[in-house]
C-alpha cells in the first residue's frame, strides 16, 4: 500500500510539471504579441505618418515675435532737433499661453511690487472681476428654476452659458463691488491690461511715473512673474515745446494702439494692434520712413504653449529721420511776430472780428518751405478770457478772398488769351453796368499793364477779363459776356497753383470755393481776387511761379531722409527730395517779365501801394498788396454774413534774384475806417527777419531769441490805398 501511494504521488507530480511550461509559453507568445503589434505600430507612425508629426511639432514649436523700435527723430534745415524719442522705464506682460487663473495669480503678486492706477477700470470690468473672485456666489445669482427656464429657452449650449452669464452680471450689486479693496482693483487693472494684449507680443502693464524702486524690485523678481519683463519704452518730445506741433502731427499712445478705422490696412502691412503710428500730418504722412524695422524674436515653445527658450533673429532698427525744410528759429521768429501784429491791430476800434493771420515762406526755387505760421485769438467760453492759439494748419486748410494779390495771374491770363499784350493802355474810369458801379480805389487815368499792378487798377483787370469774356462794355448798358471766361480764366490761375491743391506733402489741403457764376459783373470781381476763396499755401506757389519766371514748384515739408544714428547725429542720406516742376506756364519771352516790374513798382517805386513800407530796403523786394471786401464767416454766429475786409501780401526778394517768397493773409482785418495794415507790417518784419537772421549765420553771430511779449507797440504805417 505504501508503494503504490508513492507512485500515484509521482504520477501526479509529472503531470503538475507537463503544465507549467505550457503557461510560461503561452505567456511568452502573447508578450511576443504585444510587442509585434507595439513594433508594427511605431513603424507605421514612424514611416507612414513621420512626416506630418514632424510638421505638427515644427509648426507649434517657433513662434516669431516682432518687438516695436523708436520712431524715426525730425530736424530742422539747420540740424537742430525738432522731434526726438526720450526713453521711459517700462513694466510689460507678454501672454505665453497662460491661464486665467495663472494670469490672475501673476497680477496679485505684481499688485503688490508697483502701484497701478485704476482710472480705466471700467464698470463691466469690476462686474468680471467680482465673479472670478466669488464664483460661489455668483452662482447663487440665478436659481435652479430660472437656470431649467433658460435651458429650455436657449438650446444651444454657448447661448445658454451667455445668457447665464449676462443674467449674473445683471444682478452684481453697487453692494457686492463695494467690497471689492483697493488692491483688488489694482489687480483688476493690471490683470485687465495682461487680457487686452495678444499671444507672444509683449503690452505694456505701465509705462508712467514708474519709479526706481518699482523697476528694481519687479526686475528682481521676475522669476515669480512668469510674463513680465522690465524694459525700456519711448514717447515723443518736442524740443520748440508747441512751435509747429500740430503741423508735426501725433502718435497714437501705446493703450491705444492701431485707429480703429484703419486696422485692417495697417495689419495687412505687418503692424501689431498695439503699435504706435502717425495719426496725423507730418507723422502720419511719413508714417513707412519712421516707423522702422521691428526687432524679431524666436520663441520656442512646448506642447502647452509655453515658452522654454528665445532667440534673437534681428534687432530691429529705429525709424528713419526726417530732416525738414522749416527753419525753427526763424519759424519761432514769425510766430512771434504774426502774435505782436495781432495784439496790436486788435487794439484798434474797427478791428473786432479779426481773429487771425498767416505766413507761408517758400523758397520759389525749390519749394522748400521754410516757415509756416498761423496764429488765432480764441475765447474760453467759460471763463471769457481770450488766448493766442497755433493756428499753422490754417495756412492750406482755410481759404479766404484774398483781394488784388492776384492781379499778376489776371495780367498773365489776359496775355496768354490774346485779351492784352504788353504795353497796352487802358484807361481807368468807373465802370458802370446798369444801376451798379465797378471802380478801383481812385480814378488812375491812363495805365498800361505795368501800372495797373504800381497803383493796383482795378478797373484794368475788369476791361481784361470783359476781353476774356469776348464782352462789350457800354457805360450805362447792360453787360453781356460768355460765361465760359470763368473755367478760361480758372484754368489759367490754376497753372499757377491758384484753385487747386498744391501738392504740398501734408495731407487735408483745400482747393478752395468757387462761386457759382450767374452775373457778369462777378467775372470782374474774381479778376480782382474777390471772388474765389484761395489759401495762404496757395498765394505762395503763386508768387514763386511768377519770381522763379514761370515754374510752379510743388512746396514740401522734408528735404531729406536719413538713416538713424545712436545720438543725435544726422545719418547718411537716404533721399533727398528734389524739386520737382509741376507746370511751366506757356509765355511768350518778356511778358512775365512785365509782371515781375509791375511788382518792383509796387515796393519800390514812389506811388507803389507798397512803397511806404518797402522803400530803402536793402534786400530789394518786390510784390504786391490786397484788399478784398468779404463776408464774415468767422466762429462769431453772431456776425456772420456782416461785410467785412480781408488784406494780404505776397512777395519775393531780392527781386533781381529771388531766394525767398512771402504770403501774408489776415482774413476779417477790419470794419470800415482805417486799414490797420497789419499784412504789411507783418510782412515787412519777416522779411527784415529772415535777411537778418542769414547774415548772423554767415557772420556767426549767434541768433537773438524773438522777443515773445504779450502786448505789442508797434508803430503801424499809413494806411495803403483802398484796393
Known sequence: MGSKGSEDYLNKKKKKKKHIPFRLNMLFFVVFLLFSVLILRLGVVQIVYGEDYKREIERTEDVTVNNPVPRGKMYDTNGNIVVDNVP???????????????????????????????????????????????????????????LKELKEKYEEEEEYNSQVYKLTLDRITEEDLNKLSDHDLEVLAIYREFTSGYKFTPQIVKNKDVTAEEFAIVSENLQLLPGVDTTTDWIRSYAYE?????????????????PAEQ??????????????????YLEKQYEDVLQGQKAKKKNITDQSGKIVSSEIISEGQRGRDLVLSIDMDLQRAVETIIEEELRAAKAQGNTKLLDRAYVVLMDPNTGQIKSLAGKKIVRDDKTGQTKMVDDALGTFTTTYTVGSVVKGATILTGFQTGAISPGTVIYDTP??????????????????????????????????AIRIADGRYVPGASLKINFDAFDTMRQHFSQFGLGVRTGIDLPNEQNGYKGNATQPGELMFYSVGQYDTYSTMQLAQYVSTIANGGYRMEPHMVKEIREPQLDNTLGPIVQEIQPKVLNRLDLEPGWIERVQLGFEKVTQESGGTAYSTFRNKDYSPAGKTGTAEAFYDGPLKQYRMSEVTSISFVGYAPSDNPEIAIAVMVPWAYQGGRNPGSNLTIAERVFDTYFELKKQRVSNTPVEEPNSTTEAETNIEESTPEE
Open 88 to 146: 521711459e522705464k517700462a513694466i510689460t506682460y507678454t501672454n505665453n499661453g497662460a491661464s486665467q487663473k495663472e494670469m490672475l495669480e501673476v497680477a496679485g503678486r505684481l499688485a503688490k511690487l508697483i502701484h497701478k492706477k485704476t482710472d480705466k477700470v471700467t464698470l463691466r470690468d469690476k462686474k468680471d472681476f467680482w465673479i472670478l473672485k466669488n464664483k460661489e456666489k455668483a452662482e447663487k445669482k440665478i436659481s435652479e428654476k430660472e
Open 242 to 258: 508747441d512751435t509747429l506741433k500740430s503741423v508735426l502731427g501725433g502718435v497714437t499712445s501705446s493703450d491705444k494702439g492701431l
Open 263 to 280: 486696422i485692417d490696412y495697417y495689419l495687412s502691412r505687418g503692424y501689431s494692434r498695439n503699435d504706435r503710428v502717425g495719426t496725423s
Open 431 to 464: 465802370i458802370r453796368i446798369g444801376g451798379q458801379q465797378f471802380r478801383s480805389w481812385k480814378n488812375l487815368g491812363s495805365v498800361n499793364d505795368v501800372t495797373a499792378l504800381k497803383f493796383s487798377s482795378n478797373i484794368y483787370m475788369a476791361h481784361t
